[in-house]
């Protein structure tokens, strides 16, 4: 199973509409694709249609040990595509797991120990920050995609992001790497915004994807409706970007095994 960690540890810049709907672009094409969703706030869950009752076991049980992937997976109304969800319960995990020693490798172990063969690929949906919790995706995953905002302060932070990623690759992840940085909420209409791409891409270079994710209101509306944009409204500008996205990411991975 191919893991990738969606992180950023800014709020508020893409990632779990990055994750939703790329998840969605591939299972649309085949991939039996998991979300977890590490973020206290759920958004991934709601935005994915699931209701409270159906998060009687989430991702924090996941990282407490008291249950597998297969049992806290839940089926979305999307073919292919299943969500670890998330409730509030997780914002305790980080004081709640200081004493063991493994709590950095909690999230690794219940993935090693899935039932081989069941999904494809693994789309981990961060929180905005660089706790207990992103280090739990960053050790687990086998790359990072970085959803960044084309805003002014883009890069403020992502040298933080990059440290980290440093870090985590000398202690214990060596193989992680950075499949992409993708620039989300981009205003064709703003000069700053282009700005900032040209910048961002002066400075990052070829790892920043091609594709570019607009600012588009469909993207935004999706989400009250439990539904990813690509269902919501696969026309948009929004959904047609996140199936580039999709496709490029694919483009770049090592040995891609395409679904059967
Ligand atoms: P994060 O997970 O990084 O906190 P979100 O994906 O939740 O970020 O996005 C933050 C807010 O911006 C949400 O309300 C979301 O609907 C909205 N949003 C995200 N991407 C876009 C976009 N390309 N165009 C318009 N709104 C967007
Ligand atoms: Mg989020």
Same mark, same amino acid.
């Given at each position: 199973m191919i893991r990738i960690a969606v992180a950023? !540890?800014? +709020? +508020? /810049?893409g990632k779990t509409t990055t994750a939703i709907n790329l998840a969605t672009a591939l299972a649309a094409t085949g991939w039996r694709t998991l979300i977890i969703d =590490?973020?206290? !706030?759920g958004n991934a869950s709601t935005g994915l249609g699931i209701s409270q009752s159906q998060r009687e076991l989430s991702s924090y049980d996941l990282l407490r040990g008291d249950a597998g992937v297969a049992e806290c997976r839940v089926a979305t109304a999307i073919p292919r595509l299943d969500i670890v969800p998330a409730t /509030?319960? =997780?914002?305790g995990a980080e004081i709640e797991l200081i004493e063991f020693q493994d709590r950095l490798h909690r999230l690794q172990q219940v993935l090693a120990a899935a039932e081989a063969g069941q999904w494809d690929i693994c789309l981990i949906d961060c929180p905005p920050s660089l706790g207990m919790l992103t280090l739990n995706a960053l050790i687990a995953a086998e790359s990072l995609l970085v959803p960044l905002q084309c805003e002014f302060f883009a890069l403020e932070g992502l040298s933080q992001l990059l440290t980290t990623v440093e870090r985590v690759r000398g202690r214990f992840n060596p193989q992680l790497f950075i499949l992409g940085v993708a620039l989300t909420m981009f205003d064709r209409r703003n000069r700053l915004t282009d700005q900032v791409s040209d910048d961002v891409r002066e400075v990052l270079g070829p790892v920043v994807f091609d594709t570019v994710i607009p600012r588009n209101v469909r993207l935004s509306e999706a989400p009250s409706h439990g539904l990813p944009a690509l269902i919501y409204d696969h026309r948009c500008a929004g959904s047609a970007a996140y199936i580039a996205l999709a496709r490029e990411l694919l483009g770049r991975l090592p040995n891609v095994r395409k679904a059967a």
């Open positions: 950023n !540890q800014k +709020g +508020g /810049v =590490l973020d206290p !706030q /509030v319960d =997780l914002s």
